[in-house]
C-alpha cells in the first residue's frame, strides 16, 4: 500500500500518464496540508461538533470557537477529502470521518492524530539525522505529557489489529503466562487474555512509558490478569522457563542488532519448552521495500537507534537462540506489518 496522487477525471488521468502533472508538488504541499487539516480539525473538535448532525459553517464555528470564515474553509477541505459532505450550506460526517475520526468510535484514530503534533516535530528533524546519522532519540527527549500522548496514539493503533494478532499468533495448548516486551498499553495482551481465559500477562516497559499507560490498562477492567511490570528490556533479566508466550511488538525497530539478539537470547532462555517468540513489526521482505515499510524505516532510524529490520534478520536471530522460526504473516488491518513467530523446541 502506497500514497499516490489520483486523478479524478479522464483528462487528468491522461496528464498524469504523459507526465505533464507535477507530482512532486502534490505530494508535498498538497499531502502537508491536508495532513495539518486533518490533525488541526481533529484538536479543533470539529469532527465531535458535526456528531449529532448536520450543520452551517458559522454553527460549526461556534460550537469550537474558531472563526467562520476560517472554520468555512476548514470544513470545504475536509468535504474535498471525503471526510465531509455538503448539501447546501449544511456539513455533515461521512462514514470515513464518523468511522475512524470520532472519539467515542471503536476504532476512533482521534488520539493518534494527536500524537501526530509530536510526530510532526520529530519529522522536521529527520534532516538533521541524514546529514550526521544521529537521531533525535524520542523516548529519551519525551516529557511526561509527551508520553502521555504517545501511549495514546499507539493504543489507538493497536485497538486496530489488537483481535486479528490475537487471532494470529501463534500459542501452546492451554497457555499460562506471557510476558509483552515493551508493550507499555498492554492492549495487544489484553485482546490475548481474553481469547485464552486462562493467561496471564506481564507488560514490561519503562517507568515513564508504565506511568503513563496505568490509566489507560485500567479501562480495560482486567484487573491481575493483565498487569505492568517496571524494566528495561534491553537489561532486564527475564528469567528462565516461565513463559508460553512472550510478545515483542513494535520494538525492535528501535533497537540496534546486538541489543534484538540479546533480546532474543533472554526471551529464549525464558520461554517454556514449546512456547513462543512472537515479533510483531515492519519488516523489509528481501531487497525491496513498500512505500509505507521504507519511510517507517527513516522515521524509525531518525527517531532511536535502528530502524524496519528485514524479515531475514530476525529469523536469523530467532534461530541463533536456537528457537525455530514459523511462516511469516502479514496484517490486514496494519498495511506494512506483520508476525514473524518462532518456537521452543520440545
Not at 456528531?51 to 461556534?62: N, S, T
Not at 475512524?100 to 522536521?124: A, K, Q
Not at 503513563?212 to 490498562?217: F, K, Q
Not at 524509525?300 to 536456537?322: C, H, M
Request: one cysteine or more; a positive charge.
Amino acid at each position: 500500500m502506497r500514497l499516490g496522487v489520483l486523478a479524478d477525471n479522464l483528462l487528468e488521468w491522461l496528464a498524469l500518464h504523459l507526465g505533464l502533472v507535477p507530482v512532486p508538488f502534490l505530494q508535498t504541499l498538497h499531502a502537508v496540508g491536508l495532513g495539518r487539516v486533518l490533525m488541526g480539525a481533529t484538536r479543533l473538535g470539529i469532527f465531535e461538533a458535526l456528531a449529532k448532525g448536520p450543520l452551517p459553517a458559522a454553527e460549526v464555528a461556534r460550537a469550537c470557537g474558531l472563526t467562520e470564515d476560517g472554520a468555512r474553509r476548514v470544513l470545504e477541505v475536509l468535504a474535498s477529502s471525503g471526510y465531509l459532505r455538503r448539501r447546501g450550506e449544511l456539513y455533515a460526517l461521512t462514514r470515513l470521518s464518523r468511522r475512524w475520526l470520532l472519539r467515542d468510535s471503536p476504532v476512533s484514530l482521534h488520539d493518534s492524530m494527536l500524537f501526530r503534533y509530536l510526530e510532526w516535530e520529530y519529522i522536521e528533524r529527520a534532516e538533521d539525522y541524514v546529514r550526521t546519522g544521529e537521531p533525535v532519540r524520542m523516548h529519551e527527549e519525551m516529557t511526561p505529557e509527551g508520553w502521555e500522548l504517545y501511549q495514546r496514539g499507539m493504543r489507538s493503533l493497536a485497538r486496530l489489529s489488537a483481535p486479528e494478532v490475537a487471532r494470529k499468533v501463534p500459542v501452546p495448548k492451554h497457555p499460562r503466562r506471557m510476558l509483552d516486551v515493551g508493550g507499555a498499553h498492554g492492549l495487544l495482551s489484553v485482546a490475548l487474555c481474553r481469547r485464552y481465559p486462562g493467561l496471564r500477562a506481564e507488560v514490561l516497559d519503562l517507568p515513564e512509558a508504565v506511568e503513563a499507560s496505568r490509566p489507560l490498562l485500567a479501562q480495560e477492567g482486567m484487573g491481575d490478569r493483565v498487569v505492568h511490570l517496571v524494566g528495561d528490556a534491553r537489561h532486564q533479566d527475564l528469567g528462565e522457563g516461565l513463559y508460553d508466550l512472550v510478545l515483542v511488538a513494535n520494538l525492535i525497530h528501535h533497537f540496534d542488532e546486538p541489543t534484538n539478539r540479546d533480546l532474543c537470547l533472554r526471551i529464549a532462555r525464558a520461554l517454556r519448552p514449546g512456547g513462543y517468540l512472537v515479533v510483531v513489526d515492519t519488516f523489509g521482505t528481501g531487497a525491496r521495500r513498500g512505500q509505507l515499510e521504507a519511510l517507517a524505516d527513516l522515521y524509525f532510524a531518525s527517531t532511536s537507534l535502528s530502524g524496519a529490520w528485514p524479515l531475514e534478520s530476525v529469523t536469523t536471530w530467532q534461530r541463533d537462540a536456537g528457537l525455530a522460526p514459523q511462516r511469516y504473516r502479514r496484517l490486514v488491518t496494519m498495511p506494512g506489518f506483520g508476525i514473524q513467530a518462532a518456537s521452543k523446541p520440545r
